[in-house]
């Protein structure tokens, strides 16, 4: 057991973690975590739907029909700064001196394709006039390529210029209208209005960082007007942080807490699922999910709102079997024909799966059981075709108590040392993009808690430094992971157009963000 101080309970106290919570995170680091076991990839008409084109429309009518009574929210994880974006560009202003060799000599030394393909498209990034701009009311001039271009980056992410690497993602320039640079908090306004909004009123969230409240707020006044006059929405946008509370401990290699040089307990974020306590906050009917820096130019903004409608469709279709199957699971009797029915539509509808001895439980069970697999939030998932993109993927998995059930699953989660395991992973048709439709309220309209939905087990163990001393953190089940592991679920193939992120400033070339206007 491990014995805490005054002091440490008073830092918990503090945080709002309780002490049980973090003997539970140290015990986590002692037993380790399992690897999941992976019975085989989900495939299309084998845990992925791929409708044909009628089926689709008809969907797309069913949720236009339907939002009009509900309360839409767009949810979008925001927190992230935009420095891994630039991790070329800082590695270069690290590397490179423009009075010592020339750019071609420096590109032929290294290798350096990221930084041969951002120089080869300057005049295509969006943010190339205001950098450019800057730089002329300086007065700098040079005398080489390698000067103008060492002198664009530095101002670009110098601390005493534009500073992009401080920004978050969200809030950087990402495509070029002539007129205006939008960002990605801007883009996901305009989707929102095509697809999420009542009453000419769409509702969104994002999840950010403390230090970038003023920046989003001061973004949101200067486009709201100018998006809401062009798609003839009113905005109300929400805000909230990573809560302290969902903060994990740190710990030596022999699993003691690890201490900072003050003696204080080291805590660290607990990754993208402690974001599934923010989302348990929200109070709406449907909730779209995407990523701050998945966003589109106008060109094909119809074709992601298409399919969003098509994912809402789906949710509201099936909820409506549910909910109907949930009140009749309220009664004290059922025959044993609603029983099957019952089983039946969990099965070939929501993926679940049920252990051989069904048939032989007594009817008691039977409901029992038929009412804790139906009362659960549902996702309806989006796929997009395999392209090598390092993520997640759709997985049919078997867990410690042999329940077999359909998974977003990581690469970080599967023991590649068993080959089996590692092939079924490289063999998987699809991949993650993270797009979901949530269904969050039970057939009374009562709000889930999501935080019981939640598998403990499927969380990562990293190793670390601090201050040069090596130590193991915990992230939590992600978001889309284990923290929605309990879940009923659904994949669905989306196009490829509908996945547009940008990890690298150099995907900013990419023809999804470059376009027209709105």
């Not at 950010?208 to 998006?227: C, L």
């Not at 994990?248 to 607990?270: Q, W």
Request: glycine share 8%; with cysteine.
């Amino acid at each position: 057991m491990i014995q805490f101080s005054d002091k440490d309970l008073e830092q918990l106290k503090d945080k709002g973690i309780s002490q049980e919570t973090v003997e539970k995170q140290i015990a986590t680091f002692q037993e380790g975590i399992p690897f999941v076991h992976l019975e085989r990839a989900a495939i299309v008409d084998n845990g992925i739907h791929k409708f044909t084109v009628e089926r689709e429309k008809t969907l797309i009518q069913n949720f236009e029909s339907k939002l009009k009574s509900l309360s839409p929210l767009k949810f979008v994880p925001a927190s992230g700064a935009a420095s891994r974006m630039f991790k070329a560009l800082f590695n270069f202003l690290e590397d490179y001196d423009p009075k010592k060799e020339s750019l071609d000599d420096y590109l032929n030394r290294t290798g350096d394709t990221d930084i041969k393909k951002f120089s080869k498209g300057l005049t295509r990034f969006p943010f190339y006039g205001v950098v450019q701009g800057r730089l002329e009311r300086k007065g700098e001039e040079a005398t080489s390529k390698g000067e103008e271009m060492f002198s664009f980056v530095s101002e670009m992410l110098g601390e005493n210029a534009l500073n992009y690497g401080f920004y978050p993602k969200g809030l950087l320039p990402f495509h070029n209208y002539g007129d205006f640079v939008a960002t990605p908090f801007e883009e996901h306004l305009v989707e929102a209005s095509q697809y999420g909004k009542t009453q000419d009123t769409a509702q969104l969230h994002f999840t950010i960082s403390p230090q970038h409240g003023e920046m989003f707020n001061t973004e949101f006044n200067a486009v709201k007007n100018r998006v809401g006059s062009k798609t003839k929405t009113t905005f109300e946008v929400g805000y909230s942080f990573q809560k302290p509370a969902t903060d994990t401990i740190a710990v030596d290699m022999e699993n003691n807490p690890f201490r900072n040089g003050d003696g204080s307990l080291l805590f660290r974020p607990g990754g993208h699922g402690a974001l599934i306590a923010n989302l348990n906050e929200q109070d709406a009917d449907i909730i779209f999910i995407k990523n701050i820096d998945n966003v589109v130019v106008p060109e094909v903004l119809e074709e992601v709102s298409n399919s969003k409608k098509i994912l809402g469709g789906i949710l509201l279709e099936v909820q409506e079997k549910a909910f109907a199957h949930a009140r009749s699971l309220e009664k004290d009797t059922l025959s044993q024909a609603e029983v099957l029915e019952i089983k039946n539509f969990l099965v070939e509808e929501l993926n679940v799966r049920f252990s051989g001895d069904f048939e032989a439980w007594d009817m008691s069970k039977k409901t029992t059981v038929l009412r804790e697999r139906i009362n659960r939030p549902i996702r309806i998932c989006g796929m997009v075709k395999n392209e090598g993109e390092p993520g997640g993927g759709p997985f049919w998995i078997r867990d410690g108590q042999n329940n077999v059930s359909l998974q977003i699953i990581e690469s970080a989660q599967v023991d590649m040392s068993n080959p089996d395991q590692a092939s079924i992973l490289r063999n998987a048709t699809h991949f993650n993009p993270v797009d979901l439709v949530c269904g969050v309220r039970d057939h009374s309209g009562r709000k889930y808690d999501l935080l019981r939905f939640v598998d403990s087990k499927q969380g990562f163990i990293s190793e670390k430094t601090k201050d040069g001393k090596a130590l193991k953190a915990l992230e939590l089940p992600g978001l889309w992971n284990g923290a929605m592991a309990f879940w009923n679920t659904i994949f669905v193939e989306v196009p490829l157009a509908t996945f547009n992120p940008v990890k690298t400033v150099n995907d900013l070339l990419k023809d999804s963000h470059q376009g027209g206007g709105l």
